[in-house]
């Protein structure tokens, strides 16, 4: 299945990397899961909010990982600790903007469950992952981790040269400046993908934890559903870490083209429609959306791996 990391791995061996869902994917792979079973578990996630929730999941997701990860995660993962890496986007507690978060890579935990608020932490999404604008972690604000980085950060000592970058948008030519619009939508191929940011800021912000309620941007954490700022700066989507900021290894069309979707037409996915998928899945076809997405992703690797032959 397509997520954002790099590494490709030998459970309890190999360190990888990885942000968002590809942060959960590493985990489960470090522990020695195979692909079959990792798509089982986000069935799982989805299976459990349909029979909970209905069509009522939105801003209900962590409930559901915080579910999943417990049940899935062993009490004891000090085997594996060492060889991961997570990455999340802080915030700065002085502003009500979401722009210009940290980057801070996370690779020591307290136990299991601060490496489950990190999970969630990586992949937190306003008013979509949770009721609120941002999460907390170790009593930071935070944000999914796309938002303050990049493959670089992720890394193992910055070197890009030396780890298999994966990412799951379609990120189109490399050094191409022209976006697909086709979709009604600014969310289209990564180069293009919501503004975008240039820079990483790389030094933590020194948010005062005793005064969390105190914060500026606490003024602004309950400002759910999103349609509550409309008309209003700034908007809950921060800018994105474009994917391409370093050249992917293996990325959904760089090997096999874009799948037909719905399955049975003869109409292949624009990039732009593959990247509205990541903020609203077909969940009335998800089963056959998670099929799509994992098939395509397992060729990818398999010729990504036909090619370094």
Not at 170 to 195: E, F, I, M, N, Y
Not at 281 to 299: A, C, I, Q, V, W
Request: glycine content about 8%; charged content about 15%; aromatic content about 10%.
């Amino acid at each position: 299945m397509y997520q954002h990391l790099c590494c490709a791995q030998v459970p309890g061996v190999t360190p990888t990397s990885g942000l968002s869902g590809g942060a959960y994917t590493l985990t489960l792979a470090q522990l020695g899961w195979n692909g079959t079973a990792i798509l089982a578990f986000w069935r799982s996630i989805v299976d459990e909010g349909k029979a909970r929730l209905g069509a009522d999941m939105l801003g209900r997701l962590n409930a559901l990982s915080v579910w999943a990860l417990q049940e899935a995660l062993p009490a004891d993962l000090s085997n594996v600790y060492s060889r991961m890496r997570i990455a999340v986007s802080q915030l700065d507690g002085s502003k009500t903007t979401f722009n210009n978060s940290a980057s801070w890579v996370i690779d020591k935990w307290e136990g299991r469950d601060d490496l489950i608020s990190n999970l969630l932490g990586t992949s937190y999404l306003p008013c979509f992952s949770g009721p609120t604008t941002y999460t907390i972690f170790r009593n930071q604000p935070v944000l999914d981790g796309a938002f303050g980085n990049g493959f670089k950060q992720m890394c193992p000592a910055g070197n890009t040269n030396n780890c298999i970058k994966v990412a799951s948008w379609h990120v189109g030519p490399l050094g191409s400046t022209t976006c697909d619009q086709r979709c009604g939508s600014d969310r289209v191929a990564a180069k293009c993908a919501v503004p975008a940011r240039t820079d990483i800021n790389p030094v933590l912000y020194k948010n005062n934890t005793k005064l969390v309620d105190r914060w500026l941007l606490s003024e602004v954490q309950l400002r759910c559903p999103e349609k509550d700022w409309q008309g209003l700066e700034p908007y809950p989507l921060p800018y994105y870490v474009p994917h391409a900021s370093t050249p992917p290894d293996i990325y959904p069309g760089r090997f096999n083209p874009l799948p037909v979707w719905p399955p049975g037409s003869n109409t292949t996915l624009l990039a732009c429609e593959w990247q509205n998928f990541a903020m609203d899945p077909p969940l009335e076809r998800f089963d056959e959306f998670l099929e799509m997405t994992y098939g395509l992703g397992y060729k990818d690797a398999v010729a990504w791996h036909a090619a370094q032959l």
